[in-house]
């Protein structure tokens, strides 16, 4: 939720932007990952590799869950590779396709609008075909080439693109936030724009996240949202909780509100000035069981989405519900053409809560193998504590039917024991189901040429804005207006992921050279309070904002030259992707999405022209990251021209949505080609 929007500079805002609890690995993530995944990277043994109810041991490794009625749940472990099995697909894809074409020849007419003030009277209509039926658009399947991911490569993509999709599915995206209605981080982005992209493919798409309310100006955001005057029991936490829904129909997209007094409270999703909240698991158990029941029970627009959905469920918060699938669902026959799939915005917060809490969970007792953790000895904080927890997103990631991140690179970084976070091993061993796509970004939101937000507009081809932008930004953050001085931005979340520590280290040699600094965060107190003194240390060169401001974010976006991103890991990142977009050239490390996503700089190819978008760093040293933007702001101030092309490359990119829409659809295909996960 954009809490803390006051555009009060230095005014402290809400804190932690995720609740979960655990995050205590070391994380150093620098090596190529390998071309191809060799048999032997698995470190299962063939019977472990049975069984998918691991026990996870921290980083140690796990063993099989061998307790009575667990041995059913056997997980078939997929033996062919996606590429393979992609191979198979398209003779079953087609067999599929032609009958159920001769099934159903009409679509459904879905989609219907109640009006704006609930009396019930329908407003308008879409004809939508029923989830998983086919449409042919003429491209030719067979034709494709595909990367090592197994997704096709953007040459393809360019020939589908503008099309509507071949098949169309009901998906159900469950996540703590969405923009604009509740955002601390990238997950709200994401989850704001994806399901707009995919509706406008063709598919119903319908997007569950919580009605928070937390009495700021940003409840309005909910102002559409309409009761839907349905009433759910969620059986949880050793009682009956009473959950509503709120819908707002916006985009083509169903935006569904969770509603519970336990959203209503001061702060972000996740925390308050004092921390995270101590009922996370709460709050975020009944946002599960919420989204599970909403394709059966809300007749949207009409009609419910029904049994045969998708789930995207996202990050830790929204894990049970692929577990819920398994273990609720699935038994009693419901659900059993639905699939589900983890996309994994950020590893390092995972939902680990005591194992006492596994009864509050809402799931059958013989479950709890699936979200079993255990830590190693010497993550625990006594002799007598036997390490035992429950682990969320442990319990999708053996749950869900397959797994996706939102880069290429994190998807690999994710099965080294650097970047995996204790989970390493359990998803090195669903590799065949793992995939990475990098996320895309809203063009009209993020758009220098018609940005609202902006002092001046300005385009690849007419550059004249940027510069009024940048007096516009020294303007309003107090800075000598120096159109001259490379003026260095930084935006984001103030933890450890992101390198606040390495910025702190190296800001006395950074403020020796003649440069600007801005930087926008806000989340761990000692650096907000880090912040505050380095801007009375140097007045005329570093300005530090604390708090979540949007409309700043797009300032300093468009305003400065340089964005520093020094992120220890990156799942993806989009502030390098908004800054490209505005001509203003990242520096960032070379690690999982930053790397996928900019060009290291060579001014020598191409006849001197040079190529690259920005400059990528490793290691993840003060000395590494110094040389990096000291090769920035000599390049910004000697040559000129190079300048101009490393903006210009970075504007003229396809940051679109419809790129990863198109390569969301191949997983979904993958999906529903498999059986579903039962027990
Ligand atoms: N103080 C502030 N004021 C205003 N706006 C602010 C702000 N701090 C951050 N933001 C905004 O929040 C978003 C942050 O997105 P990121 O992708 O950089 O990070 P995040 O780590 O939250 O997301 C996780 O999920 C996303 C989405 O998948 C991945 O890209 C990423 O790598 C992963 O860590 C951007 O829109 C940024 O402008």
Redesign the pocket.
């Known amino acids: 939720m954009v809490a803390a929007s006051s555009s009060s500079s230095l005014s402290s805002s809400s804190t932690a932007?995720s609740s979960s609890s655990w995050s205590p690995f070391a994380l150093m993530v620098s090596s190529k990952p390998p071309p191809q995944w060799e048999k032997d990277d698995l470190d299962l043994n063939p019977v472990q590799a049975k069984f998918s109810n691991f026990t996870v041991v921290g980083q140690l490794g796990y063993a099989p869950f061998w307790s009575g009625r667990s041995r059913s749940r056997c997980l078939r472990i997929r033996a062919s590779v996606s590429g393979g099995r992609r191979g198979s697909s398209s003779q079953d894809g087609n067999s599929a396709v032609e009958d159920e074409e001769k099934e159903e020849k009409k679509g459904l007419l879905l989609g219907t609008e109640l009006d704006g003030y609930g009396s019930g009277s329908v407003v308008g209509f879409n004809l939508i075909p029923q989830s998983g039926k086919v449409e042919f658009n003429g491209v030719n399947d067979s034709s494709k080439e595909t990367t090592t991911n197994g997704l096709e490569d953007s040459e393809d993509i360019g020939r589908e693109k503008n099309a509507k999709t071949k098949v169309t599915h009901n998906i159900v995206f469950v996540t703590s936030e969405a923009a604009p209605y509740s955002?601390?981080?990238?997950?709200a982005?994401?989850c704001g724009s994806l399901p707009i992209a995919l509706a406008a493919r063709g598919h119903r798409v319908m997007v569950v996240s919580p009605k928070y309310i937390n009495g700021t100006p940003a409840d309005k955001k909910f102002a559409n949202a309409v009761d839907l005057d349905r009433l759910i029991k969620v059986y949880c936490f050793g009682g009956v909780q009473e959950v509503g829904f709120f819908h707002e129909y916006r985009d083509g997209v169903d935006w569904v509100f969770v509603d519970h007094p336990s959203y209503h409270r001061p702060g972000n999703p996740y925390g308050d000035i004092h921390g995270a909240f101590g009922d996370n698991q709460f709050r975020f158990t009944l946002l599960c069981h919420a989204a599970c029941e909403a394709p059966l029970v809300l007749p949207l627009g009409g009609f419910t989405y029904g049994e045969k959905c998708l789930f995207l469920v996202n990050d830790w918060h929204a894990s049970l519900v692929p577990i819920l699938l398994a273990a609720k669902y699935r038994p009693y026959g419901v659900y059993k053409d639905a699939r589900s799939i983890l996309v994994i915005?950020?590893l390092a917060h995972q939902g680990v809560e005591p194992a006492t809490t596994y009864m509050n969970l809402g799931l059958p007792p013989e479950w709890y193998g699936a979200v079993e953790w255990v830590f190693p000895t010497w993550a625990r904080k006594h002799a007598l504590d036997t390490g035992q927890a429950v682990n969320l997103l442990k319990g999708a990631v053996v749950t869900a039917d397959r797994l996706l991140t939102?880069s290429q690179g994190y998807s690999w970084e994710i099965t080294t024991a650097e970047g995996g976070y204790g989970l390493n091993g359990l998803i090195s061993s669903r590799r065949s189901v793992l995939n990475g796509i990098t996320?895309g970004i809203d063009v009209a939101e993020w758009d220098p040429s018609s940005d609202e937000h902006i002092a001046c507009h300005y385009s690849a081809e007419n550059l004249n804005g940027k510069a009024q932008c940048k007096i516009a930004l020294q303007k309003e953050v107090g800075l000598p207006i120096r159109p001259d001085c490379p003026l260095i931005g930084f935006?984001?979340?103030l933890d450890y992921?992101k390198g606040i520590d390495l910025i702190r280290s190296a800001i006395p040699e950074i403020m020796e050279d003649e440069v600007q600094f801005v930087m926008?965060?806000?989340g761990d107190p000692e650096f907000e309070d880090w912040m505050r003194a380095t801007e009375s240390a140097y007045k005329d060169k570093f300005r530090g904002w604390v708090?979540?401001?949007?409309p700043?974010?797009h300032k300093i976006t468009a305003g400065c030259d340089i964005l520093l991103m020094p992120s220890r890991f990156?799942?993806?990142?989009?502030?390098q992707l908004?800054a490209m977009r505005y001509g203003t050239v990242p520096v960032v490390h070379d690690t999982?999405?930053l790397r996928d996503t900019v060009e290291n700089f060579n001014p020598f190819v191409q006849e001197g022209h040079g190529e690259g978008t920005g400059w990528t760093f490793s290691p993840l040293t003060k000395e590494s990251m110094l040389a990096a933007l000291r090769n920035a702001t000599r390049t910004y101030r000697e040559h000129k021209p190079s300048w101009e092309g490393l903006m210009k490359r970075g504007m003229q990119r396809d940051y679109t949505w419809e790129n990863a829409a198109i390569q969301y659809e191949q997983v979904f295909e993958w999906a529903f080609l498999d059986p579903p996960y039962v027990s």
């Open positions: 932007s955002k601390t981080g990238g997950l982005d994401v915005h950020n939102v996320n935006i984001g979340r992921q926008l965060g806000s708090g979540f401001n949007v700043i974010s990156e799942p993806c990142g989009l502030n908004y999982g999405g």
